[in-house]
């Protein structure tokens, strides 16, 4: 079966840094599409960023964009976010996801994601 584990993420103050690591198992990595979300107190779940399979085409919410860089390391099976420039309304818990179906480019729809990781606090103290 698919299994997602995360690992990084903590706690940081405003202007910090941290990065995030989602390891992936159980279907072909690069096959898939790879996303994070988050969901902060009291909030929805929200789209963060998302990579294509290959790596070659990445999308981001307008309020990480220029902060957050998600990648992939195809051959190590793991999608990665670099979370920059941190500020305190990032805090919440972020999750990895991966592509109900294969070779699609970005996307930025929960429906679209069939596998999720376990989720971890990321909290911005001012």
């Known amino acids: 079966q698919v299994q997602l584990v995360e690992s990084g993420g903590g706690a940081v103050q405003a202007g910090g840094s941290l990065r995030r690591s989602c390891a992936a198992s159980?279907?072909?990595?690069?096959?898939?599409?790879m996303g994070w979300f988050r969901q902060a107190p009291g909030k929805g779940r929200e789209f963060v960023a998302a990579i294509s399979w290959s790596g070659g085409s990445t999308s981001y919410a307008d309020s990480v964009q220029g902060r957050f860089t998600i990648s992939r390391d195809n051959p190590k099976n793991t999608v990665y976010l670099q979370m920059n420039s941190l500020k305190p309304e990032d805090t919440a818990v972020y999750y990895c996801?991966?592509?109900?179906?294969?070779?699609?480019?970005?996307?930025?729809?929960?429906?679209?994601?069939?596998?999720w990781g376990q989720g971890t606090q990321v909290t911005v103290s001012s």
């Open positions: 996801a991966q592509a109900r179906n294969g070779f699609y480019t970005t996307l930025r729809s929960q429906r679209e994601y069939a596998y």
């Open positions: 159980g279907r072909t990595f690069s096959t898939y599409g």
